[in-house]
């Protein structure tokens, strides 16, 4: 690769990374910066090293396989976790150099979410709801995993639909998922 190629894709103005079965093989350094970790720390390790929890990683896997298969790209919003355990809003995208096995060799995008940018501005409590929705999770299971009572997770829901302008959760996660949604009447 020619120096300045280097330099393009090691500074692009978001992280990238390739994948074989979900471990990272390569990525550019604002990928790295963007998790705090050193490049060399993340070559060889899997994507479990980013995300809270087992379930969490699991869940993930196979939400965009349908689109991937298709040879169709995928996007969506998503909490990662840093090196330093803290979490980052981003804007994850892929797509997939083998459809037939979507993620035996996968190109990600990860970009960080301005929030005066990217639309409301949340709170970190309103991502944790907005994450678990994304899972399906109940109010009350949502409870459960974040320590609070059903009525303050139905709360913390209706201010994002409120922020969102939008009448229920399904229009809220179908526009987060980056596809168009028809708002409802």
């Known amino acids: 690769m020619h120096e300045f190629d280097a330099l393009a894709y090691d500074f692009a103005p978001m992280g990238l990374a390739l ?4 471990v ?34 699991h ?3 196979d939400i965009g396989l349908k689109p991937l298969s298709e040879s169709l790209p995928y996007t969506d919003e998503r909490l990662m976790r840093r090196s330093d ?9 892929a797509r997939t150099l083998t459809p037939e096995k979507p993620l035996a060799r996968t190109v990600l995008s990860f970009a960080l979410i ?3 940018l990217g639309g409301p501005r949340l709170t970190p409590r309103e991502r944790d709801v907005l994450l678990l ?4 999770q ?3 299971e949502m409870a459960r995993v974040l320590g609070l009572s059903p009525r303050t997770v139905e709360d913390v829901r209706a201010r994002l639909l409120k922020k969102f302008k939008v009448k229920n ?10 596809h168009r949604a028809d708002k409802p009447s």
Do not use: P
């Open 59 to 61: 869940h993930v896997r």
């Open 169 to 178: 959760v399904t229009v809220l996660l179908t526009r987060l998922s980056g």
């Open 85 to 93: 355990g803290s979490r980052i809003w981003c804007r994850f995208r």
């Open 114 to 116: 301005e929030d005066s």
């Open 19 to 22: 994948t074989e079965h979900r």
């Open 24 to 57: 990272i093989r390569t990525c550019n350094q604002t990928f790295a910066d963007m998790f705090g970790y050193e490049k060399t720390e993340l070559i060889g390790r899997s994507f479990r090293l980013l995300y809270g929890s087992e379930e969490e990683f």
């Open 138 to 140: 109940t109010s009350k």
């Open 133 to 136: 929705l994304s899972k399906g």
